[in-house]
């Protein structure tokens, strides 16, 4: 018995190891394409890069196996995670409507926002609907479609913020956080306090989720949490010292393709371990995720604003003129602000019979000063993400798979009206 004890502690320690990312190939694919890399591998600190990568491979039964691979990736170093943090929170909001039970409410309803504390926002109407009105079936579309940063503050007081990080605890998201809201300046006490709302269906009020206050901290303490050399104050005076993102939201890049990965692929993840969504939830989530901004209706989004390669960084670049691949779909969360790209995604070759998840964030600050709007996302992340994109996705093609994959349950028709 004794040594039967040791042998199996011996696998499970060789199995702990086993699941650690591969650290070696993603560093070679990057060298063997210097056209499209030398800048960041040449770069003092090559833009804080961050990649994770990883395969898929079917069985049989269709059922998905990952392996993993990494360049960088270390949940100490900080970066800031931008509007990557709406995925979770919109996750959240509809495992809240779940577990509330209550008869009548569901992401449909009228979603009246109220308010109860200084700087707080009231929101009765929003033309952007089908019905004019608001509802967290909207703001998740939102979201999805364009990254709107009201629709997520709004996800977020529904939430609340400590049940927002305890959900990061449950699902041992543990190098994760997530409080305030974003684009509005929320700090100190307004991000602890969260608004009254009132939920109708027609004229009947069937739900009030009253003003909450978090009395909880969540500290991290994490290399390269003071950046820069100076910043712009809100008042657009010049600080001459770093930012401190201290107290700012923190989603490290692991976590994020892991809640890709519990979103997508539920059934590889014990039964208590995974989201509390329906079929329905997930179809809608899937759906919009994978829609281009022009192909929708209600939200409606136009160019020259707004085109399909908008929130697609990773393969297109997030480019106004991509030549859109009919055969791809990208579902995917992405993020910008204080120079970092990022993007968290899972890319699906219908034909080819592709698909992979990759996440990657990209910095480029070259002026050393943070708010002043002058980062090279243009120049260096966005082509960097692109062409990391576009090489995986080479690879891919070209890779030998024992099992094709059958991907209908990604499949949509995103001409039909929903």
Avoid: W
């Avoid at 002058?374 to 099992?403: A, D, H, S």
């Amino acid at each position: 018995m004794k040594y039967l004890c040791i042998l199996l502690l011996i696998m499970s320690t060789l199995n702990g190891f086993a699941q650690q990312p591969d650290t070696i190939f993603l560093k070679g694919l990057l060298h063997e394409h210097p056209e499209f890399f030398s800048g960041i591998l040449n770069h003092p600190i090559q833009n804080e890069v961050q990649i994770l990568y990883t395969r898929i491979d079917r069985d049989r039964n269709n059922t998905p196996h990952f392996t993993s691979y990494s360049y960088h990736l270390n949940a100490q170093h900080y970066f800031y995670p931008a509007s990557t943090v709406k995925l979770p929170t919109a996750i959240f909001a509809l495992e809240k409507l779940n577990e509330l039970k209550v008869q009548g409410l569901n992401p449909k309803s009228v979603m009246i926002t109220d308010s109860s504390f200084a700087g707080q926002t009231k929101v009765r109407v929003d033309t952007s609907s089908a019905t004019g009105l608001p509802s967290i079936e909207n703001y998740i579309k939102k979201i999805l479609l364009v990254s709107d940063n009201a629709a997520y503050n709004r996800l977020y007081e529904f939430v609340g913020r400590a049940e927002i990080n305890q959900k990061l605890k449950k699902y041992h998201l543990d190098n994760t956080r997530i409080v305030g809201r974003l684009a509005i300046g929320d700090a100190g006490e307004s991000t602890r306090h969260t608004n009254p709302i009132d939920f109708y269906n027609g004229d009947k009020l069937i739900y009030q989720k009253p003003a909450l206050y978090d009395a909880s901290n969540y500290p991290m303490h994490l290399e390269n949490m003071l950046q820069g050399k100076a910043y712009l104050d809100s008042s657009d005076r010049l600080v001459n010292k770093p930012l401190d993102f201290s107290e700012k939201n923190i989603y490290a890049l692991a976590d994020q393709q892991m809640v890709l990965k519990r979103l997508l692929f539920p059934e590889t993840f014990p039964k208590a371990e995974r989201f509390n969504l329906t079929a329905d939830d997930y179809r809608f989530i899937y759906r919009y995720m994978s829609t281009f901004p022009t192909e929708n209706t209600k939200p409606t989004y136009h160019r020259p604003e707004y085109f399909p390669a908008y929130c697609k960084f990773l393969f297109y670049g997030g480019d106004s003129t991509a030549v859109i691949n009919p055969d791809i779909r990208i579902f995917n969360k992405v993020g910008d602000s204080y120079g970092y790209d990022i993007d968290n995604a899972y890319i699906v070759d219908f034909k080819n019979n592709v698909e992979f998840m990759l996440s990657a964030v990209v910095q480029s600050n070259e002026d050393g000063i943070l708010n002043d709007n002058k980062y090279e996302y243009t120049t260096v992340c966005l082509p960097f993400l692109k062409n990391l994109g576009q090489v995986i996705y080479q690879y891919e093609l070209k890779r030998p798979k024992k099992y094709l994959p059958h991907l209908t349950k990604f499949k949509f028709n995103y001409s039909q009206k929903q």
